[in-house]
């Protein structure tokens, strides 16, 4: 590379940057030359997002160091980069709906002429750079009026009016369809032509030809790979990205009894995120869902626990269909959610670990709707000592570890025997050392004869513990792998495409 | 078995309110003659017998996290449908007084559609709540109160049978102990702190959250009724400005009781304790005629007082 193109656009050497016991960053290099578009590929966790952050300034690195325009450059803050022209566009939007568009664009530094905002510079200011963009909404049109796509096109546009120069795209297509990602690329493009520098984090590698002119691949926070051709070809990729030794160790997996417990046909969501869904899931078997952001897969488990409603298809339990009003139905009927998010949706944490239990089941140790202290107790006392919760029932469950709080939200449904567990996300957040014990745990309930659903981000996760893997894309059922097809080249390659 | 005896009879969260309210009254005591008397103490709860059928109801909304700025009107309502009946409706008496409650309890439910259905935020719907019950109240009789009651019925707030009871301090003391053992030992009771401590948490694990919400916006609605006649008894009439700022009052003392306006936590115990330190402010104030411009000053004080001191004795706890 000539160094004097290097010297006007970004250039980072050498950045690490570890948390308490794990190194999510080392030794990282990385140069955008003005006008290009270089492509950041790895799994969960490799650590793309710990790149985009220092470069934005939201975490600093323990090494290394960077330089922007010729300049050295260490953004102490967001608002450094900002000051600086680089721009971070996050997967999700971070946008205030109820302003218009030229206002969140301006967010935070209106102009103001006589004391009030001046709507008509802000308005044309704002005007001019959705034009650029080949956004056709007036700017004082609400935020959220507009779809995912231009609301995109907005932060972008938001981005611009700052003049950056620099614009990093987190999963920007996560929540696009096929148009309107086309329509992305090509504004893309048209801001390349102007000098505008991308760093593209992507998990979907159909995409990296369309629009990448050099390739970078991560891994387990370091840098393995450069291509400066993009059209290396995607199964190269796919390698690069998943080389780690398997060094993990899941649980046995028993073989599933006969006799199905779940069985789902043609689903799809009343929003459609997902569509004409089929799968079954015999008793003791475990069923992985794999799909990348924004493939639907949280979705469809909350339809199937009666969370979110459907627009179509069948739930049946033990071949008998399930009417599902709400989650009420779905745990009567015997399919019962471990939530994504388990501190906003699975427990309340300003109660104690008995009432968190207790909730949702006086219906079976209530008798007469009488709910004793005492009852309480010794229901959760008993639920935690099945699960191995590492905590007294009459402790706050914010004070518990995350997979202590993880084994509550499942201590809540055991007592019940229910037929089908959907687990969501049962790692997230969860150091290594303490997934071990939730791994032993769905195979231990898998073993007592429930039927497992099982989504992860992580594909070591899914593939290690399941049985069969389902593979989502895009709201659409790829394919049901068996155990012995099921590796991760042909999951991603499925998933990304 | 211990261990179950004692959650059986714990005081919960109402203990530093408790421990408050005893101050108060040995304060009162030395300051006042009079206050340390068996009749004093009549008085007393004979004054919060109101207030304190108003806040079992407040208890429930404000453990859901929600809150009901209407009892105050309902409550008006209730007492001139009350009187309305009788009069111009030409009811029987004991009729007039049923109706009359589930009028209030009437004015509940469509607060809890509102909310639930409508989907407007509880302080919303039962803002429009307190402007509609209170017009309402005023339109019966066309602003003018309601008098000539019959003797029995003013008797229930002012006979005291077996030397100390009154009918209608009766029905406040039997509600509020079925609401402390409705919250505290029956399923549908606990289900309401579920709620109010995460709505989409208690959803999820298939608690039925509109339909307790919509049931505890109706008993609220329904015990501002109750409140309303044993008010109507008390005056021997009926007044369309009866109850007004009750609301305030009454989630005043749901709060000093220890509960959270964000939800999940009160209890019937706290409730009742701060009831009777509104109450033995008031007579206590009174008693050393401290001006009723002061008292309100005395009372605001108390609350962000009790409140902050349960806000940092939790953040030390953890």
Same mark, same amino acid.
């Given at each position: 590379?000539?160094?004097?193109? !290097? ?30 578009i270089v492509a950041l590929l790895g799994e969960n966790g490799a650590g793309k997002s710990t790149v985009s952050s220092i470069i934005a300034g939201v975490i600093q690195p323990d090494s290394g160091h960077m330089t922007w325009r010729g300049r050295p450059y260490a953004p102490a803050a967001p608002g450094d980069a900002i ?65 995912? !796509? ?48 991308? /760093? ?76 004409n869904v089929s799968f079954s899931v015999r008793r003791g078997e475990i069923i992985g869902i794999a799909g990348i952001v924004g493939a639907g897969r949280t979705e469809l488990m909350r339809a199937i626990s009666g969370a979110d409603s459907i627009a179509t298809g069948t739930i049946k339990v033990d071949g008998k269909v ?35 239990? !207790? ?82 745990? /769905? ?42 097809? !099921? ?11 | ?197 995460n709505s989409e948490v208690a959803r999820l694990a298939g608690i039925r959250v509109r339909l307790a919400n919509i049931w505890v916006y109706a008993f609220s609605g329904l015990l501002a009724g109750v409140a309303g006649v044993a008010l109507a008894a008390r005056l021997d009439s009926s007044q369309p400005s009866a109850g ?75």
């Open positions: 590379m000539d160094t004097e193109s !290097a010297n006007r656009g970004f250039s980072a050497r050498g950045l690490g940057k570890r948390y308490v016991q794990t190194e999510v960053l080392v030794d990282f290099g990385l140069d955008v030359r003005p006008g290009e000051a600086a022209g680089i721009g971070l566009i996050h997967q999700e939007i971070r946008l205030l709906p109820d302003l218009s568009i030229a206002e969140n664009v301006f967010v935070g530094r209106l102009p103001v002429r006589n004391g009030v905002v001046d709507r008509e510079k802000i308005n044309s200011a704002a005007g001019r750079q959705l034009r650029r963009l080949g956004l056709d909404a007036p700017p004082s049109c609400p935020v959220r009026m507009l779809r995912v !796509a231009a609301q995109q096109q907005v932060e972008i546009a938001k981005a611009l009016c700052l003049r950056s120069k620099l614009l990093i795209l987190d999963e920007p297509t996560a929540a696009l369809g096929a148009d309107e990602t086309d329509r992305l690329f090509s504004q893309i493009r048209r801001l390349r032509e102007d000098g505008v520098s991308f /760093i593209y984090i992507s998990h979907r590698l159909d995409e990296i030809p369309l629009i990448a002119d050099r390739v970078l691949v991560l891994r387990d926070g370091r840098l393995v790979s450069q291509h400066d051709n993009a059209q290396t070809p995607v199964h190269v990729l796919v390698k690069e990205m998943v080389g780690r030794n398997m060094d993990r160790i899941f649980p046995e997996r028993d073989a599933p009894q006969n006799d199905v417990a779940l069985s789902v046909k043609n689903l799809t969501a009343a929003d459609g995120t997902f569509k399930v009417r599902m009003a709400g989650p009420r139905d779905a745990v009567r009927a015997g399919i019962v959610l471990v939530p994504e998010d388990r501190k906003l949706q699975g427990l309340i944490l300003d109660h104690t670990l008995a009432n968190n239990i !207790a909730a949702g089941n006086f219906d079976i140790f209530a008798r007469n709707g009488w709910a004793w202290p005492g009852k309480i107790h010794d229901f959760a006392h008993s639920a935690i000592l099945r699960v191995g919760v590492k905590g007294g029932p009459d402790q706050r469950v914010g004070e518990l570890s995350g997979g202590n709080q993880q084994k509550t939200v499942i201590a809540r449904w055991v007592s019940r025997s229910p037929r089908v567990f959907i687990l969501d996300e049962p790692t997230r957040g969860i150091d290594v050392g303490a997934r071990a014990a939730i791994y032993d745990m /769905i195979a231990g309930l898998a073993r007592a004869g429930a039927a497992i659903v099982l989504v992860s981000s992580d594909l070591d996760e899914v593939l290690g513990m399941s049985h069969r893997t389902l593979v989502l894309s895009r709201g659409r059922q790829r394919a049901i792998l068996e155990g012995t097809e !099921a590796n991760h080249e042909t999951v991603i390659n499925l998933a990304t495409t | 078995m211990y261990a179950h005896v004692k959650r059986l009879f714990q005081f919960g969260e109402a203990g530093g309110p408790f421990i408050g309210l005893i101050l108060l009254c040995v304060v009162f005591s030395l300051a006042s003659e009079h206050f340390l008397s068996a009749r004093n103490a009549l008085n007393i709860l004979d004054q919060i017998t109101v207030l304190g059928i108003l806040a079992i109801g407040m208890t429930a909304v404000i453990i859901i996290g929600g809150i009901d700025l209407s009892v105050g009107s309902v409550l008006a309502f209730a007492t001139m449908t009350l009187g309305w009946l009788m009069r111009d409706g030409g009811f029987p008496l004991p009729v007039a007084i049923v109706l009359a409650i589930l009028a209030g309890g009437g004015c509940g439910v469509i607060c809890g559609l509102l909310i639930t259905i409508g989907r407007l935020p509880p302080f919303v719907a039962t803002l429009a709540m307190l402007s509609g019950a209170r017009g309402l109240a005023n339109i019966l009789t066309d602003g003018r109160q309601i008098i000539g009651y019959p003797e029995w019925f003013s008797e229930l707030a002012t006979v005291r049978h077996f030397g100390f009871l009154s009918v209608t301090m009766s029905v406040f003391i039997v509600l509020a102990i079925l609401g402390w053992v409705y919250l505290r030992f029956r399923a549908g009771g606990r289900n309401l702190y579920a709620i109010g401590g007004f700022t009750y609301e305030l009052d009454t989630i005043a003392a749901v709060v000093i009781g220890g509960a959270s306006l964000s939800g999940g936590k009160g209890g019937m115990g706290g409730t009742i304790v701060g009831v009777f330190i509104i109450g033995v402010l008031r007579n206590g104030l009174n008693l050393l005629a401290v001006s009723p411009f002061v008292q309100q000053i005395v009372i605001g004080a108390v609350i962000a007082i009790a409140v902050m001191m349960d806000t940092l004795g939790r953040r030390r706890r953890g």
